[in-house]
């Protein structure tokens, strides 16, 4: 079974950091580009980033709201993509779900997310 | 960026019904838009593709067309199962890669 579990999640205070796992099953991890999305309580769906596959560099990309914050990193060896979270606000709150990339033109983008994790819930609050 | 506009925001609909769900976006994205659903305290699940293609498991009544900047998510007969929250998502274009507002399919 194609599976993603996230964890990691927690409460922690403004401006400290927490790295999130997302584990992997079911599939040659290292084929695939992952994503990270959040939904913060009650509201809708925010991309937050992702990293290429090494085939296509195993570069990375972010939202705004996240970069120079944030960094995705992977494990092909171990079938993990992390997301290393620092100088946290409180406006980060939300759930935090991994995704498998579908990239149906093989050129290292984006076409939709078909596989998602379960979410794993960050609380930033003092 | 290229910003997602869904309408309506929410719609009442009944067991049997055929329900339309549009997702503008700001400027021209190709076919490059998704659609997904989502339950209360669920991920998402991907439902189209490309604008249109069905993804692998997804029943036959779920329908997306569109190209441009206009695209439409039909539900051709609503099933209990399907009251949920429905997402369009650009890959046109990005950082940043954008999702629509969501559009929340109760029951009447």
């Known amino acids: 079974e194609v599976q993603l579990v996230e964890s990691g999640g927690g409460l922690v205070q403004p401006g400290r950091s927490l790295r999130l796992s997302c584990t992997a099953s079911?599939?040659?991890?290292?084929?695939?580009?992952m994503s990270w999305v959040r939904q913060a309580p009650g509201k809708g769906l925010e991309w937050v980033g992702f990293?290429?596959?090494?085939?296509?560099?195993?570069?990375?990309e972010y939202a705004a709201s996240v970069k120079g914050r944030f960094t995705i990193s992977r494990d092909d060896s171990k079938s993990i993509a992390y997301l290393q979270m620092n100088s946290l606000k409180t406006e980060d709150t939300a759930v935090y779900y991994c995704?498998?990339?579908?990239?149906?033109?093989?050129?290292?983008?984006?076409?939709?997310?078909?596989?998602w994790g379960q979410g794993t819930m960050v609380t930033v609050s003092s | 960026d290229i910003q997602m506009t869904q309408s309506p925001s929410s719609v009442s609909a009944s067991v049997g019904d055929r329900v339309t769900i549009t997702c503008r976006a700001s400027?021209?994205?190709?076919?490059?838009l998704a659609w997904y659903q989502q339950k209360p305290g669920k991920a998402p699940k991907l439902l189209i593709y490309?604008?249109?293609s069905l993804q692998s498991g997804v029943p036959s009544r779920f329908s997306g067309s569109g190209s441009g900047t206009d695209f439409t998510l039909t539900i051709s007969s609503l099933q209990p199962e399907d009251f949920a929250t429905y997402y369009c998502?650009?890959?046109?274009?990005?950082?940043?890669?954008?999702f629509g507002g969501g559009t929340k399919v109760e029951i009447k």
């Open positions: 995704t498998r990339v579908m990239d149906t033109a093989m050129v290292g983008s984006i076409d939709a997310f078909d596989i």
């Open positions: 079911g599939f040659t991890f290292g084929d695939y580009a």
């Open positions: 990293i290429r596959s090494k085939a296509y560099g195993g570069t990375t």
């Open positions: 400027q021209g994205i190709s076919s490059w």
């Open positions: 490309a604008a249109s």
């Open positions: 998502q650009q890959a046109n274009s990005f950082p940043p890669l954008t």
